[in-house]
């Protein structure tokens, strides 16, 4: 017995120290990709060299200044940088946008693949390549030979892959291309449009709904004059097309880059006069949103160009920078919501199914064959096919087959599917302007995505929708909202309205301008940029901030960055709750009735506040979106999983009976008829009951930042066992879906309130003391786990606090965590 327990301890330790040492082993291998900043680097031979060295100051925070003989020079040192710190996240954007990510993640992601494929974004790019500016084609050719060098010395050093995610996911790294960046621009404009999904949404809503007339309380129009009356999607064609369809969805995926509207893109920012400023010189405030990942999407970094010093936010893989400063200039985007999309339903020959109907007559469709190869699964050969109006798709997106008649299918028409597409030569003009004027004229040459592009230099300000914008014929059948008829001449495109055309504001009078991905202009159609915007609530708290103080300063802008009260909440519950407030009877502890009392108590003095501290915030966002699904589920049935997020003016138009829209608060599969004030009740009961469920009984005890905690996940090991603990970044946040501190809420799963959608980067610039502008990002500089710059910023970030913006060389050099150089051979 003896000998057993001892053979049996033996053992133990045995496999105790084999643990250690694998553990070791394993972080051994994962470290040796981690960078050292503090070297001198001579470029391996086989790749093309800087024509002097290339010097990268990395600040406190691993901000990389980088300094060069040439501009070239400079972009070279940028690729290097960018590839030193993110080069996974490069990779797997990079084969995103190829439609190759199932060479390494196997069948998950072949839907994926497919679509991409589909779109052919990628041999867009490469054909973009050839329209660049000399200045534009010079600085992707360093820029690329500036990656390479970095993926030569992995090689030449035996540096860990570059990344763990290397190891996990062996695959070979082919050499970085100036395509690859354009391609990276256009993987951008895919992950901010959302007009089609939009439109996709609209025909099915359109096709469910028992009264069609309601459609218009349900997706509502951004507050102003409306637009004349449309047909119903049925009505556009002669097919039926069955209430409730659905199809195939294209699974969730975190490598997706394919969002629904209410994740397809938002920003804020907004700039002031020096009238306006306390020190007399321009401001601007700019945080532009995307999804969360983790290492977030977007890189700081400064860079010493001829023209002179740029700082500010850049993406892994794109030579610019897409918000930020030189001396001179300040810019930040927020998306534009520029309709540049459009569905076509395209008529099949009954006789020949390679052809389909134009206004000329039948025609053949373009074709290609193309081959996915799958890890672990035999390849996939596609056959692309394009029409006149763009590529087709398959029915299985967004639920694009169930607003298809038989004999038909769907293709996409949209401004970034050019292969003469000169945005990268755009954003470059951008960093080397050095006025407004210099900047609105550079901004001719964007193509997609279309954004707001906020100005300020020295003296001026101004707000430009730049993109191009898609010329409609009046007698557009849809007007671009749903799907329409493909082989009707006035549906199709008609080239592009002029750069002149699209919105612009110089200098306005009252010395304020911005944007909070709001309506800004109320043109007729055609003229009118879009049916539908991202805000229609932010914009109200931003208007009452600004207009608060005579002049603002850093610090004002920075508070209005981070302003956490929400105009919604505070109109929604007058309405909701107008006939519930203090009218309960005495009601015993323990019971419904005292619940509800409890919870409207707390609601009724609370001001609105999206505090993470609060228990408020996660009782009424758990409320409204209650209610919501009381009034339309009866309505339009499983369709309603769809509308995941509140629509304050719906609600409004409902409670506010606006052309009889307190008609949805009555259920039409019951006798009686309910009221508003029925619903309101029940949706409160139904709120605490799953608030109960979820975090206990104690409402007083809650905190909305337990439930809106912001998911910095990885892409593609956020869902490992045990690993996840170390590659996802969780933390809690104030702030909701209509803040002026956005956090987009998911809201699907368990956790509806998860924060998934914000600013990944956050920026004040001050043009009366440029050095004192400030930036901050949500994670960190670094995409290695191991690595204490991977999420160094992400507190900083949580706590609302920036880190110096400046560009000023002694500052960077004084507390240098080290300075690498790049010595040509």
Known sequence: ??????????????????????????????????????????????????????????????????????????????????????????????????????????????????????????????????????????????????????????????????????????????????????????????????????????????????????????LPDAPGSGVAALPSYANLFEADLPRFAMTGEMPADRLSPFHSFEMAGASNAWAAAGQRSANGGTLLASDPHLGFSAPTIWYLARMELSAGGVIGGTIPGIPIVLSGRSEDLGWGITSSYLDDQDLFIEQLNPDNPEEYLTPEGYKTFETRPSIVNIKGAPPVTLTLRWTENGPVLPGSHANLGSITPPGHVASLAWTALTPADTTMSAGLALMYASTVQEALTAGEGFIAPSQNLTLVDGVQIALKTIGLAPRRDAQHQSQGRIPSPGWIASNRWQGALPYDSNPEFVNPQGGILGNTNNKIVNRPFPLNVSHVWGDSQRVQRWQRLMQMREVHTRDSFIEAQLDTVSVTAQSLLSLVAADLWFTGSAAPEGTRTRQRQRALDLLANWNGEMNEHLPEPLIYAAWLRALQDRLIRDDIGPLADEFTHVEPLFIERVYRDVDGASAWCDVIQSAPVETCTDMARLALDDALIWIEERYGPQIEALRWGDAHQATHDHPALGEVPLLRYFVNIRQSTSGGDQTLLRGRTSGKGNDPFLNVHGAGYRGVYDFADP????????????????????????????????IPMSLDEDLARAAAVGVTVLQPR
């Not at 974004?121 to 060098?149: I, K, P």
């Not at 500089?781 to 992400?794: A, E, I, K, V």
């Open 1 to 218: 017995m003896v000998r057993v327990i001892q053979w049996l301890l033996r053992i133990a330790g045995g496999l105790i120290i084999l643990a250690v040492a694998g553990i070791a082993l394993v972080y051994w291998f994962a470290s040796r990709s981690l960078p050292d900043y503090d070297r001198v680097v001579t470029i391996p031979e086989g790749v093309a060299q800087p024509a002097a060295a290339v010097e990268i100051v990395r600040d406190n925070a691993n901000v990389p200044h980088i300094f060069g003989a040439s501009d070239a020079d400079v972009f070279y040192g940028l690729g290097y940088a960018h590839a030193q710190d993110r080069l996974w996240q490069m990779m797997t954007m990079r084969r995103t946008v190829q439609g190759r990510l199932s060479e390494i993640f196997g069948p998950r992601t072949l839907p994926i693949d497919t679509l991409i494929r589909r779109l052919d974004l990628y041999t867009l790019a490469q054909r973009s390549v050839e329209v660049q500016d000399t200045r534009t084609a010079a600085a992707l050719v360093a820029y690329a030979n500036g990656v390479n060098a970095r993926l030569a010395e992995i090689n030449e050093g035996a540096l860990g892959r570059g990344a763990p995610e290397m190891f996990l996911f062996n695959a070979p790294v082919a050499p970085w291309q100036p395509a690859d960046s354009i391609a990276m621009i256009k993987l951008m404009a895919l992950q901010l449009s959302g007009h089609m999904a939009a439109e996709i949404k609209r025909a099915r809503t359109s096709l469910a709904l028992p009264d069609p007339a309601r459609l218009v309380d349900i």
């Open 771 to 802: 050095d004192s502008s400030v930036f901050v990002t949500s994670t960190g500089q670094s995409g290695h786990f191991l690595s204490r710059h991977y999420d160094d910023l992400g507190e900083l970030w949580r706590r609302g606090e920036y």
